[in-house]
């Protein structure tokens, strides 16, 4: 891969959708939503720390550890520990956000897993856990030999693009599924300002996560001794 | 782009999740949803055209489109005339698809263009109709300088996997959105027949977009005088 531009410049962009999305998933949930409780008698407060945990966690946290190995100006075993430990908080706000979902769903007498969000949701947390570790004892500890390192690294690229890619399309599904039931049965207005809100959030997800894509297949600034793409 | 590894196994997996996918949508569409119809009383079998074009249209079509310029072992010239048909019938298939959801609308007093499916959708036929006609004019007729091709090919190969990887998100979100408001509002069951049938053509068809895609960035089996990615 390797599109034979820079990749600084979409990294940037990609902050600044970045800080817009959070901006907007927390108005979203606080304004709108009531806001967030792990514990609550108003059980839709304990459902609000899903989406907010999983934008922030999954997606952003997880872009940014895709573009912090690209972009950092740093040695290679700095930018190693700095991507496994940006993709593991991603990884347990994502697990935490996924408990969020439950616990609303079980204390709700609401069912569990039958859309297709929920699917592929628990695919793309799996695969994700699955790809950390292989990154972790591949490429960190103990870490496998010179040519097997550089043998697998593109499919490491790889198969963590098309990961993002799922979950990516997986919060477009949850942005999509949770508005269409506040449209249908909690009488929010479907042109209304928090609809507006909902679609645009997601539209800026799907930006930010188009320009860490861009910059994943872009050229790194600095020299390295093995391409990480 | 470039994966090292064979086009050729990608797209025979490819060919048979595009059969499994359309006789899925098929089923669903006549067996479970009552069939196909432009004029009808029962509008709702008006909107049945929607799934199934767009599927077979933007989707399948899109990505044989996609894989036929890698896979097929003849002349550039002809790739290029079948690539830009197959692209061709693609997009009149959507155009029409998407008709039949706003007639469907229009004569059953339902909103349009309120939900993430509809502004996606929307956007991803406009960016398809862009690419064809700057593929055509670039690399048909009249046809750009050699340099000018050379340059452009790759963002044109890298513009058109966003736009299928969004139209695949698209589709996605139309499977979900269909099936929420059938469970919430026409009884289907969430885990039924129905309700699996569906999901499980979600998964398929992103399964054939992931092999296009893997497709796309492998090797042709050919040589050519400028390779295509």
């Known amino acids: 891969m390797g ?18 999305a959070i901006v907007m998933v927390l108005f979203w949930n606080i304004h709108f939503r009531g806001g967030l409780a792990w514990e609550a008698t108003n059980k839709n407060l304990i459902f609000n720390i899903h989406p907010v945990l999983m934008l922030i966690g999954l997606i952003i946290m997880g872009g940014e550890a895709i573009i912090s190995y690209k972009a950092l100006p740093l040695k290679k075993e700095i930018k ?11 990884l347990v706000l994502g697990i935490v956000g996924i408990c969020a979902a439950f ?3 079980n204390e ?3 069912a569990n897993m039958y859309s297709l969000h929920s699917w592929l949701g628990i695919g793309v947390i799996s695969l994700y856990g699955i790809q950390w570790i292989f990154g972790f004892v591949m490429f960190f500890y103990p ?3 010179e040519s097997l390192r550089s043998q697998s690294i593109p499919w490491h690229v790889l198969f963590g693009l098309i990961v993002y ?5 997986t919060a477009s599904l949850g942005f999509l599924e ?8 909690a009488g929010v207005a479907k042109y209304g300002s928090e609809a507006l809100l909902v679609n645009f959030t997601a539209i800026v997800t799907i930006l930010f996560g188009t320009f860490v894509v861009l910059s994943s297949i872009s050229s790194a600034p600095g020299e390295d001794d093995y391409s990480p793409i």
Chains 1, 2 share one sequence.
């Open 108 to 110: 709700s007498g609401i």
């Open 165 to 169: 890619v799922l979950a990516l399309g």
């Open 143 to 145: 870490g496998g030999s």
């Open 178 to 185: 949770k508005l269409t039931f506040l449209e249908s049965s």
């Open 3 to 20: 599109l034979g531009v820079s990749a600084l410049p979409f990294t940037f962009v990609a902050h600044l959708l970045a800080v817009a």
């Open 80 to 90: 190693k520990l700095i991507h496994l430990i940006l993709h593991a908080i991603a």
């Open 103 to 105: 616990k609303n769903h």
